[in-house]
């Protein structure tokens, strides 16, 4: 909590290896949550570098895109399970074009203070420029998340 302000500081960091292609795909993220009864909102910035992997010769890098996650939860955080509708240009495991938009219906069901099961169903445009034989593609992520003090 920052101020009166209930914000949250997020730092995430991802990194994918394409060994088909030899590349790497590095992106580091810097945002603002902002939490006040059902909705949650989150503001921050994206740096991406792609490299080919063990040599940064051929580097691409994205300098700043800007991210956000917007959602609307079935009760008041926190709670010891909840239901979430959202709206994003990323997800924990996905940093793609920031231009699409990725819905989302999240759950999650807190065991402890320090450990949560996570699940997600995700829906986002497929292929590149719109040139994919289905305009949407559907995911599900789950996991567990442990807070760390």
Excluded at 5 to 11: D, F, M, N
Excluded at 22 to 31: H, P, S
Excluded at 47 to 57: F, N
Aim: proline share 3%.
């Amino acid at each position: 909590m920052l101020g009166k302000l209930p914000l949250q500081l997020h730092e995430k960091f991802l990194c994918n290896r394409y060994e088909a292609w030899d590349i790497q795909d590095l992106n580091f993220f810097t945002g603002l949550t902002l939490l006040r009864g059902r909705f949650d909102g989150t503001l921050g910035l994206t740096t991406r570098i792609i490299a080919m992997i063990d040599s940064y010769d051929e580097t691409i890098v994205e300098p700043f895109n800007l991210q956000y996650d917007l959602g609307l939860s079935l009760f008041p955080q926190p709670e010891t399970w909840n239901i979430r509708l959202g709206a994003s240009n990323y997800d924990d495991l996905l940093f793609e074009r920031t231009e699409s938009v990725i819905f989302s219906l999240d759950g999650n069901y807190r065991l402890s203070e320090r450990w949560r099961f996570l699940g997600s169903a995700n829906l986002r445009p497929a292929g590149n420029f719109g040139l994919s034989a289905d305009y949407y593609s559907f995911y599900i992520n789950i996991g567990v998340r442990c807070l760390i003090h």
